[in-house]
Nanobody, 118 residues
Framework: QVQLEESGGGLVQAGGSLRLSCAAS????????MGWFRQAPAKERESIAS????????YYADSVKGRFTISRDNAKNTVYLQMNSLKPEDTAVYYC???????????WGQGTQVTVSS
């Protein structure tokens, strides 16, 4: 089992920045990749960024490419999402997720609210 705990959400003005953190604990040695998702009210959950737990391969959704950066610190078992140039449409609950295989995500954090005011 792997446990995930997000932090770093909050209220920010448009154009501002926030950094989300996701601390993993438990069987982290079994992880293949970690990712960030978000879900805005009345919208489906969206995959926005991911990276291999080992290696440098990353993925970004078009909606955040060039503004958000995913990174990790394996020594701290933590993944980060640096969010710059935030827009009101970035307002959502942001979730961290981890997977042990190639396909579906196995573990999810509790979510952290990000609100961007115009």
């Amino acid at each position: 089992q792997v446990q995930l705990e997000e932090s770093g959400g909050g209220l920010v003005q448009a154009g501002g920045s926030l950094r989300l953190s996701c601390a993993a604990s438990g069987r982290t040695f079994s992880l293949y990749a970690m990712g960030w998702f978000r879900q805005a009210p009345a919208k489906e959950r969206e995959s926005i960024a991911s990276m291999r737990w080992r290696g440098s391969s990353t993925y970004y959704a078009d909606s955040v490419k060039g503004r958000f950066t995913i990174s990790r610190d394996n020594a701290k078992n933590t993944v980060y999402l640096q969010m710059n140039s935030l827009k009101p449409e970035d307002t959502a609950v942001y979730y961290c997720a981890a997977k042990e295989g190639v396909y579906a995500y196995d573990y999810w954090g509790q979510g952290t609210q990000v609100t961007v005011s115009s």
